[in-house]
């Protein structure tokens, strides 16, 4: 109801003076919260509702049904520019491939932007975005350059699978209550799949697409390589730090692999069919013999691709992400679509930038197992 609500905004609205505040790369600024550096309206009161209020935001997060509180919910964790767009695709396809043969030319990953197939969870999951009365039935493309906010485009979702929840969120582990994060929830095993990216890459792709989608939507001049640099070696970057990020996930995986899946970018690109394997077994629907005879995980994996989804139509010419029409923040289709490389860093670092990440990656992962 409108009353908790509006606690929450209080809530909000008394801490925000006090945190700490820095310039945004894709928007005017950031804060940090809990030592986290997050977009001061959508991803602050996520978080707030996400540890204070999980009820609330479970009973009205999902896009399925009024009925799904006890459904478990399935994450796909990320830090922005780290491959979120592929596995919402590959999650997808992947989730819903008995409703949806991955290799039909009606699948709708063909028409539907990958960032629609599934919510994102800091914003579509606010009191009043969702109209629970209203069945998910199927996607509307006519509400891209629809910028009123209404509801109608939340509601057009496909339908992840009738048995789970599906979002994404870039919210560190540690934001994360207990309530989701451990298996006694009421609600069901909470399961993330995080993917991780190599922090050059992942520098490289978010100062590129963030200095767009700041000018469109700030008007403020974009971050220099320089200054964008030196903001993200002090861990100031959308939910940054970035090794806080990464390790939180990381040592949520080795503890319960069963809860937390760690993908690695690289060893997607490089060896995708054992890792869709992986995910496709980790979300509890492993690939029969048969399917993997009939070549599914190979259609799924071609589906996917960088280079099919970025030549469709929907993601090329398309402004389709409902949570960002729906806050009047224009980002194109097109602009989750870059180079889909490993290694394009190369083409960006000095010496001297390269001397430092590298220290800086030594000294936060170094004991920890994980290398880039
Ligand atoms: P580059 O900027 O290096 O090209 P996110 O989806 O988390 O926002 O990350 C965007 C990055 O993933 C961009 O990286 C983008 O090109 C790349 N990407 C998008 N779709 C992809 C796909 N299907 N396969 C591989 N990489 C993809």
């Excluded at 609205?13 to 804060?31: C, F, I």
């Excluded at 994450?75 to 396809?93: H, N």
Aim: aromatic letters at 12%; hydrophobic letters at 35%; one cysteine or more.
């Amino acid at each position: 109801d409108g009353e908790a609500y509006r606690k929450i905004d209080a809530e909000i609205s008394g801490m925000l003076p006090n945190l700490p505040k820095e310039k945004g790369w894709a928007s005017e600024d950031l804060v940090q919260y809990q030592g986290f550096w997050i977009h001061p309206t959508f991803a602050l009161k996520a978080a707030v509702q996400l540890q204070h209020h999980f009820n609330l935001f479970q009973t009205t997060g999902s896009s399925t049904s009024a009925a799904s509180g006890s459904l478990p919910m399935y994450f796909l964790a990320t830090l922005p520019k780290s491959g979120t767009t592929w596995l919402r695709a590959l999650m997808f396809a992947t989730l819903n491939r008995s409703l949806y043969d991955a290799a039909s030319p009606h699948h709708p990953l063909l028409t539907t932007g990958p960032h629609d197939c599934f919510p994102f969870l800091e914003m579509d999951n606010m009191l009043g975005n969702h109209d629970h009365s209203r069945p998910v039935t199927s996607l509307d493309h006519d509400h891209h350059d629809d910028r009123d906010g209404g509801d109608a485009m939340i509601d057009n979702y496909v339908p992840p699978t009738s048995t789970t929840q599906l979002f994404a969120t870039h919210l560190p582990y540690s934001l994360f209550p207990k309530s989701v994060t451990t298996s006694s929830s009421t609600y069901g095993v909470s399961k993330f799949v995080y993917v991780c990216r190599n922090p050059k890459d992942v520098f490289i792709s978010l100062w590129k697409f963030g200095s767009k989608v700041k000018a469109v939507n700030t008007g403020l001049a974009p971050f220099s390589l320089e200054e964008a640099f030196e903001l993200f070696c002090r861990g100031v970057c959308p939910y940054g730090p970035y090794w806080d990020h990464v390790l939180g996930f990381w040592k949520a995986s080795l503890e319960m692999p069963e809860q937390v899946l760690f993908l690695k970018y690289e060893d997607l690109r490089k060896e995708p069919s054992a890792n869709v394997k992986r995910l496709a077994e980790f979300l509890g629907q492993p690939f029969s013999k048969e399917e993997e005879s009939k070549g599914v995980v190979q259609q799924i994996i071609k589906l996917c691709s960088f280079e099919n989804l970025s030549s469709l139509e929907i993601n090329k010419t398309s402004r389709t992400q409902q949570y960002f029409v729906k806050a009047n923040i224009v980002v194109e289709n097109s602009d989750f679509f870059r180079k889909g490389q490993v290694g394009d860093w190369k083409n960006f670092f000095t010496d001297d930038m390269t001397k430092r990440m590298d220290q800086i990656i030594d000294e936060r992962f170094s004991g920890s197992g994980l290398t880039f």
